[in-house]
């Protein structure tokens, strides 16, 4: 059984498309996360959503967009993707804000070119 | 700002010998959590092991242990009896015990081990 999915694994785009990353987690959990982890291996939150709602926020790009349709899934939309996107994209889950273990998806290599 | 330093970015040990981990962060908060992550070649984010910060006592996962120093700001990792398939890039990790915005994972820049057979 998979905890915290995502979809697609490996992503290959050029550079102006538009392209969505999905993440679903069959944990209960009601806390998602999106983490960047570029070329040297450094991670960084991105966004956090709590019962859909938007939690965390931090520096990105107004191309990125976090979207959740329902608490167990989190989805990321990047608009007008530029070479400095390419990183692998992780998406986590919590139960609830204060837990203090994260669960991680097995995570999305986007490349763009 | 909370900060994360991991000063080795590798390390390597023999199989069945003993390596330590460094790590110590920044923060002037008194309580919070500390993890060590592991990443295999599969890049799975695992959880190792956790330290909350009002606990005097290490935390200790198998052949996993820790040595927290919380005046030093200090959270190193032991892998003791290592093994083949403990070769993997370990991040150390804090994560604020207030709410808001605060409890999100602050990540080092990670250390890579290498096991040798």
């Known amino acids: 059984d998979t905890a915290v999915s995502q979809t697609p694994k490996y992503l290959v785009t050029q550079m102006g498309n538009d392209k969505s990353i999905k993440c679903e987690q069959n944990?209960?959990?009601?806390?998602m996360y999106w983490y960047k982890q570029d070329s040297k291996k450094f991670l960084k939150i991105m966004f956090s959503?709590?019962?859909?709602?938007?939690?965390i926020n931090e520096t990105v790009p107004n191309r990125f967009s976090p979207k959740s349709p329902d608490k167990a899934h989190l989805n990321l939309h990047i608009n007008s993707l530029e070479l400095g996107d390419s990183a692998v994209y992780f998406c986590?889950?919590?139960?609830?804000?204060?837990?203090?273990?994260?669960?991680f998806g097995p995570g999305t290599r986007l490349t763009v070119t | 700002a909370q900060t994360v330093t991991q000063s080795q970015p590798e390390m390597s040990v023999q199989e069945a010998e003993t390596v330590t981990l460094s790590c110590t962060y920044d923060?002037?908060?008194?309580?919070?959590?500390l993890f060590w992550y592991k990443q295999p070649p599969s890049r799975q984010m695992i959880l190792v092991i956790r330290?909350?910060?009002?606990?005097?006592q290490n935390a200790t996962e198998n052949r996993f242990s820790v040595n927290f120093q919380k005046a030093a700001k200090s959270f190193s990792l032991k892998i003791s009896d290592s093994q083949l398939g403990d070769a993997a890039m370990y991040f150390c990790?804090?994560?604020?015990?207030?709410?808001?915005?605060?409890?999100?994972?602050?990540f080092g820049k990670g250390t890579l081990l290498t096991v040798n057979p």
């Open positions: 986590a889950s919590s139960r609830g804000r204060l837990a203090y273990e994260q669960y």
């Open positions: 944990l209960g959990h009601d806390t």
């Open positions: 959503y709590n019962n859909k709602e938007l939690i």
């Open positions: 923060t002037s908060e008194s309580d919070y959590y």
């Open positions: 330290q909350e910060a009002y606990k005097q």
């Open positions: 990790a804090y994560r604020s015990a207030r709410g808001g915005s605060n409890y999100k994972l602050t």
